[in-house]
């Protein structure tokens, strides 16, 4: 059952899934990218008042279950094995205050804003362990535990100066997209520290980032993807009008492997700007555009324009979709780099208690310099993905939810796997799952 395949294969079937860093960093520290595909991504859905243990100090349990199907396991193109899917899900997590806490309990009495004091963090653990409900062994054997740790601070909040950390570590569980005792599981370390500048009442303000990420796949047959990343960049700010800010954004990186990795260095450079404002109450445009080089010491590289876009519009009280439009240049693990045109639609509704959250998207990806042996150096995808949600809230500590999400990879990519078989790693896949949190 097991097919051999030349070991710099494995990571083709990750094309949505494999993403390097942005050239952009958020000074935004109360708000974490959300992998949907990650069980212990640093969102838990849900988080109750928590359990004061000291001055200023609360921890939040958080507690789930998850039940469903995932239609192939294994990102295959063809003679695709399903499997259900029941996942065990636990958080831990403890930092200041939270805003209902730090809310005055009379706050007609006095009108004062809440002392949010010097320092302010959020700490967690989290774990989940996902169990395959298969008879076939290689099926059931790409379950396991799914571990994440987070730890970001602001300090001075309320000053003209802030320094922020954002630390994360996620250990994720991948199946490969063949039928192998081999994984594609990986150890992802993101560091990002901001010096901010936000005077009250100036137009102007800012700040500077530094970014680390560290990406280590656990098993040795892909040691050659290993990979560190450093960033550096500055952001200013300059508010124009009341509802309308313009910016620009320049940055460098560093990358390159790690250990015995195959990956090639690059120094890229990201220069751009942009304009964000109201056009009613309701609409909210943000455009930015500019310059991006990779500066690949061999292979292929880049230098071409980057740019984006995003228009929001809150058709209801409690009702938003936003478009977007991407495109952009990202490290590969892979290649070299791939150059991305996204477009994304999220729409979100609520119906308290339900929540309603619909997000298509479709990636238009070209990659250049790939180092597999049997294969082209170049490789062409369309990529569709739709995420979907309805949860309903009986509480903001206690939630049940029916998540979905739908993945398709279409490519004219093909190589040459030990034996002479010609692999397509085109794949569609759904997952779906119904479950539980409860939050102390």
């Known amino acids: 059952m097991t097919r051999l395949l030349v ?23 109360s708000i974490s990218s959300f992998d949907p595909e990650s069980a212990t991504a640093p969102t838990s859905g849900v988080e109750g008042p928590g359990i004061k243990i000291g001055e200023g100090t609360v921890i939040h349990p958080v507690f789930g279950l998850s039940t469903g199907l995932v239609s192939n396991v294994f990102y295959e193109e063809a003679d695709t094995l399903a499997t259900g899917v029941l996942r065990l899900f636990g958080q831990v997590g403890a930092g200041s205050l939270s805003s209902a806490r730090l809310t005055p309990t009379n706050p007609g009495a006095g009108g004062e804003e ?6 302010q963090y959020r700490a967690s653990l989290r774990a989940s362990y996902d169990f ?24 001075n909040p309320m000053g003209t100066w802030s320094f922020g950390f954002d630390e994360n570590f996620t250990r994720l569980i991948r199946a490969a997209n063949f039928e192998t005792d081999a994984d594609t599981n990986r150890d992802i370390n993101t560091l990002g520290l901001n010096l901010l500048y936000h005077p009250r009442g100036r137009s102007l303000s800012g700040y500077l980032y530094y970014n680390n990420t560290i990406d280590i796949f656990e098993a040795s047959t892909i040691d050659f993807a290993d990979r560190m990343q450093h960033r550096f960049g500055i952001h200013p700010m300059w508010r124009v009008l009341p ?21 090639v260095s690059s120094y890229p450079l990201v220069a751009q ?12 445009v943000n455009v930015h555009a500019g310059y991006t080089n990779g500066f690949y010491s061999s292979g292929p590289s880049y230098s071409s324009v980057t740019a984006g876009a995003q228009l929001g519009y809150r058709y209801t009280p409690f009702g938003r979709a936003a478009l977007t439009y991407d495109l952009k240049y990202e490290d590969s693990v892979n290649a070299n780099y791939y150059r991305d045109h996204v477009v994304r639609l999220l729409v979100q509704q609520m119906f308290v208690p339900f929540a309603l959250m619909v997000q298509p998207e479709v990636h238009f990806r070209q990659y250049n310099g790939i180092t597999i042996v049997n294969g082209p150096t170049t490789r062409d995808d369309v990529i ?37 078989a010609v ?18």
């Open 384 to 420: 569709i993905s739709l995420i979907a949600g309805a949860h309903y809230n009986f509480r903001n500590s206690l939630a049940v939810g029916l998540d979905y999400r739908f993945s398709a990879v279409q490519t004219d990519y093909r190589y040459t796997a030990t034996g002479g």
């Open 273 to 284: 700007a942009g304009i964000g404002t109201l056009l009613s109450p309701a609409a909210t």
């Open 132 to 155: 395959m409900l298969s008879g076939n062994d290689d099926v059931s054997a790409q379950g396991g535990l799914g571990l994440g740790a987070t730890l970001r601070g602001l300090t």
């Open 243 to 263: 509802q309308t800010v313009v910016f620009a954004d320049v940055s460098q990186g560093i990358y390159g492997g790690l250990g015995d990795s195959m990956k």
């Open 114 to 119: 809440s002392d949010q004091g010097s320092f």
């Open 7 to 29: 070991s710099l294969g494995l990571l083709l079937a990750f094309p949505a899934a494999v993403a390097a860093q942005g050239a952009e960093a958020s000074p935004d520290l």
């Open 423 to 440: 692999d397509d790693p085109s794949f569609v896949r759904h997952q779906l799952l119904l479950g539980m949190r409860w939050a102390m």
